[in-house]
């Protein structure tokens, strides 16, 4: 998967309505954002105190995965934009687990998941994704102490943008 993203991945980040540069506009002064699976780190530069990570990109601020990340402080804010739909159900829990423990107990969580057309290339590159559904955003969100605030489509091609919330 690493080789598909250092080779092939580009950057979609002004095509997102929602989770693209307008999700800047969310962040309070003062607050402390992790990015988590970062990519080319486009977020950098417009949010202070923003932390990205990713195991593939010299951009990121760490190249680390979310599983080996190690942070000093918790996080007010975390983006996982396209980032938490890779492998099964269980390596996702896992993964929410990790993200969830890094949260200050006041705190949002900003999720996009991979439109059809994302999927359909992360597939045949022979990418295992998991096919989040409505029920899974919101029942995980309760299951790791957070309450689901939205689901809104994001971008022209089924791409989600879900918002959980925990205060």
């Given at each position: 998967?690493?080789?598909?993203?250092?080779?092939?991945?580009?950057?979609?980040?002004?095509?997102?309505?929602?989770?693209?540069?307008?999700?800047?506009?969310?962040?309070?002064p003062?607050?402390?954002?992790?990015?988590?699976?970062?990519?080319?780190?486009?977020?950098?530069?417009?949010?202070?105190?923003?932390?990205?990570?990713?195991?593939?990109?010299?951009?990121?601020?760490?190249?680390?995965?979310?599983?080996?990340?190690n942070?000093?402080?918790k996080?007010?804010?975390?983006?996982?934009?396209?980032?938490?739909?890779?492998?099964?159900?269980?390596?996702i829990?896992?993964?929410?687990?990790?993200?969830?423990?890094l949260?200050?107990?006041?705190?949002?969580?900003?999720?996009?998941?991979?439109?059809?057309?994302?999927?359909?290339?992360?597939?045949?590159?022979?990418?295992?994704?998991?096919?989040?559904?409505?029920?899974?955003?919101?029942?995980?969100?309760?299951?790791?102490?957070?309450?689901?605030?939205?689901?809104?489509?994001?971008?022209?091609?089924?791409?989600i943008?879900?918002?959980?919330?925990?205060?």
């Open positions: 998967m690493n080789q598909y993203f250092r080779d092939k991945w580009k950057s979609r980040f002004n095509y997102y309505d929602r989770t693209g540069i307008t999700l800047v506009n969310s962040i309070k003062g607050q402390r954002v992790l990015d988590v699976g970062c990519g080319n780190n486009n977020f950098k530069g417009y949010i202070d105190n923003l932390i990205g990570i990713d195991p593939v990109f010299n951009d990121a601020d760490e190249i680390t995965t979310i599983e080996n990340y942070a000093k402080n996080f007010d804010v975390a983006f996982c934009l396209d980032s938490l739909i890779f492998g099964n159900k269980q390596h829990l896992n993964q929410l687990d990790k993200v969830t423990s949260m200050e107990k006041s705190s949002i969580i900003h999720f996009r998941s991979n439109s059809s057309e994302e999927k359909k290339r992360y597939l045949k590159a022979g990418i295992e994704i998991f096919q989040w559904t409505q029920e899974d955003y919101f029942t995980l969100a309760v299951k790791f102490g957070f309450r689901p605030f939205g689901f809104y489509p994001d971008g022209k091609d089924g791409t943008h879900a918002i959980w919330i925990r205060n």
